[in-house]
């Protein structure tokens, strides 16, 4: 993908991706890492049409209704980024959708060196090359973009109690980052628009070079709502500074291969 054609418009969309997973089997440690063994419990979106940016976590108890929401919000134009989606996300996705009979409202190609449809920032980073991997954090870093200040095993215990709120505001946290390493790699400037999050979603703030969670668990009196408020401290790095960003997780992804049309 060209740098021109990086850019986002209203007929073709970009849409930062990330998937929340646990196991199937509270004892089977890894089963989050497979389709087989696991199940998605959330899909945040970062969605840039050329004018603004949107926001949307979708967390739900019943996997296929997350699935049906995912397909009904993806467009046939739309560009998919996300760190590691060609092994992990997409392809567990597209799995799960196979395993719940969820038929998907386009195809997504996922061959190998092909970026039109799928860009992925592990990939482009390491030129596909055979010692690709390189973690969201680590590369977050050395772009300046942000790290994250959790756990991936956190998912797990806040599925336990189901809380979901946590898992959104963790999994957009993620897709906020891998928005910022995205820009960094195809030479664009971060919207200044600030994102719009949807309800639920804690106080965020920037401190240093870093990402912080402030969570606020007030309720607002008018909706039953969680309220939603941002109190960023200037860090110094205006592509940061353009966005409220929150903690990311620290996640562990696998290398399965996978490629072809579906």
Request: aromatic share 8%; net charge neutral.
């Amino acid at each position: 993908m060209s740098q021109m054609n990086a850019q986002a418009t209203q007929y073709r969309r970009t849409v930062v991706l990330d998937i929340e997973t646990v196991s199937l089997d509270p004892n089977l440690a890894k089963g989050a890492l497979d389709a087989l063994t696991g199940r998605i419990v959330c899909v945040g979106m970062l969605i840039d049409d050329g004018a603004q940016l949107s926001e949307r976590a979708i967390a739900n108890e019943d996997e296929a209704q997350i699935l049906t929401e995912f397909w009904g919000v993806i467009q046939p134009t739309d560009v998919i980024v996300g760190h590691n989606i060609h092994e992990f996300d997409v392809p567990f996705i597209r799995q799960r959708s196979w395993i719940l009979g969820i038929r998907p409202t386009r195809t997504i190609d996922l061959r190998k060196f092909y970026t039109a449809d799928v860009w992925d920032s592990m990939q482009v980073w390491s030129n596909w090359g055979f010692r690709k991997w390189v973690s969201l954090d680590a590369l977050g870093a050395a772009l300046h973009c942000g790290q994250k200040s959790g756990h991936g095993m956190d998912v797990a215990q806040w599925w336990a109690v189901r809380d979901l709120d946590a898992i959104k505001q963790y999994c957009l946290g993620d897709v906020r980052v891998t928005y910022l390493v995205y820009c960094k790699l195809t030479y664009q400037r971060p919207r200044m628009h600030e994102p719009q999050p949807e309800p639920g979603l804690a106080a965020v703030s920037v401190e240093g070079q870093g990402i912080t969670v402030r969570p606020n668990r007030r309720r607002a009196r008018s909706s039953g709502l969680l309220e939603v408020g941002r109190s960023v401290q200037d860090s110094g790095n205006p592509e940061v500074d353009s966005l409220p960003l929150v903690s990311r997780k620290a996640r562990r992804k696998t290398n399965a291969e996978t490629q072809g049309n579906w």
